[in-house]
Nanobody
Framework: QVQLVESGGGLVRPGGSLRLSCAASGIAFNFYILGWFYQAPGKEREFVAAISRNGGTAIYADSAKGRFTISRDNAKNAMYLQMNSLEPEDTAIYYC??????????????????????WGQGTQVTVSS
């Protein structure tokens, strides 16, 4: 059974930082593309960042570029999202997701939510003074 569990969310002041973690089980982690998405109240789920199977490609939403960093640790079956310079607009529930995409290059990282097969339950991030 595939399980993704996010942690690390919380309340932070504008300009602060958080590091989200996602622990995966039930999958051959190194064969999966990893992604982070967020969903603000009343809005659709949106792409934040993704990283390829081989870790060589990381892509970001424009709003995340220069502030967020996605990473993976295959030895720990874990993925991370380091978020710096947080803004109130970053307030949302953050979800990790994985997809196999076995026919794709090991350098591929997708930004479409529909591409991802498994999702975590989410962790709340609130940026407020």
């Amino acid at each position: 059974q595939v399980q993704l569990v996010e942690s690390g969310g919380g309340l932070v002041r504008p300009g602060g930082s958080l590091r989200l973690s996602c622990a995966a089980s039930g999958i051959a982690f190194n064969f999966y593309i990893l992604g982070w998405f967020y969903q603000a109240p009343g809005k659709e789920r949106e792409f934040v960042a993704a990283i390829s199977r081989n870790g060589g490609t990381a892509i970001y939403a424009d709003s995340a570029k220069g502030r967020f960093t996605i990473s993976r640790d295959n030895a720990k079956n874990a993925m991370y999202l380091q978020m710096n310079s947080l803004e109130p607009e970053d307030t949302a529930i953050y979800y990790c997701a994985v997809t196999r995409k076995s026919g794709y290059s090991s350098n591929y990282a997708g930004r479409g939510a529909s591409e991802y097969d498994y999702w975590g339950q989410g962790t709340q991030v609130t940026v407020s003074s």
